[in-house]
Antibody, heavy 119, light 111 residues
Framework: EVQLLESGGGLVQPGGSLRLSCVAS????????ISWVRQAPGKGLEWVSG????????YYADSVKGRFTISRDNSNNTLYLQMNSLRAEDTAFYYC????????????WGQGTLVTVSS | QTVVTQEPSLTVSPGGTVTLTCASS?????????PNWFQQKPGQPPRALIY???NKHSWTPARFSGSLLGGKAALTLSGVQPEDEAEYYC???????????FGGGTKLTVL
């Protein structure tokens, strides 16, 4: 059974940093690209960042480019999102999602972790 | 800035048929955008329905179908069930810019 479990969310002050983790199981982790998608409370989905199976290619939405860094540890089946210079508008549930073929076929999703940026 | 537009809300009667669309600010949506469709119910993560314009996941009910329609990606629900009431999102791939953009979502009411 494919499972994705996010962690690391919490309350952080504007300008602060946070690192999210996503632990995967039930599939060969290194074979698949993974994306981070966020959703502000009561709002729509926003694609944030993606990474290839090898970790050699990374992609970012303009809204987070230069502030967020995606990475992965294939030996531990774990995806990361390092978030720096956080802003109030980064407040959201953050989901990790497995990409079936690498073109946005986000077939399995985690339950999400909530990041709140507030003073 | 690339914008993907969906109908904000639609209402359909049980047993009826409804089509949701997904448009790109860059022009006509083609299969090269690899349109995906997701369903989300309150308090739950999104659930994948359609990928690559018209392909269904193993769990996607047969009443859901994807297509291209008039320069847009489309999701059609035939024989709508009460449990289909949810928010629906499309996702397009912009290969040149290496980014993915979600539509704003369509709130589907079954009434």
């Amino acid at each position: 059974e494919v499972q994705l479990l996010e962690s690391g969310g919490g309350l952080v002050q504007p300008g602060g940093s946070l690192r999210l983790s996503c632990v995967a199981s039930g599939f060969t982790f290194s074979n698949y690209a993974i994306s981070w998608v966020r959703q502000a409370p009561g709002k729509g989905l926003e694609w944030v960042s993606g990474i290839s199976g090898s970790g050699g290619s990374t992609y970012y939405a303009d809204s987070v480019k230069g502030r967020f860094t995606i990475s992965r540890d294939n030996s531990n089946n774990t995806l990361y999102l390092q978030m720096n210079s956080l802003r109030a508008e980064d407040t959201a549930f953050y989901y990790c999602a497995k990409d079936k073929y690498g073109y946005g076929e986000l077939d399995y999703w985690g339950q999400g972790t909530l990041v709140t940026v507030s003073s | 800035q690339t914008v993907v537009t969906q109908e904000p809300s639609l209402t359909v009667s049980p047993g009826g048929t409804v089509t949701l669309t997904c448009a790109s600010s860059t022009g006509a949506v083609t299969s090269g955008y690899f349109p995906n469709w997701f369903q989300q119910k309150p308090g739950q993560p999104p659930r994948a329905l359609i990928y690559g314009t018209r392909n269904k996941h193993s769990w996607t009910p047969a009443r859901f179908s994807g297509s291209l329609l008039g320069g847009k990606a489309a999701l059609t629900l035939s024989g709508v069930q009460p449990e289909d009431e949810a928010e629906y999102y499309c996702l397009l791939y912009y290969g040149g810019a290496q980014l993915w953009v979600f539509g704003g979502g369509t709130k589907l009411t079954v009434l």
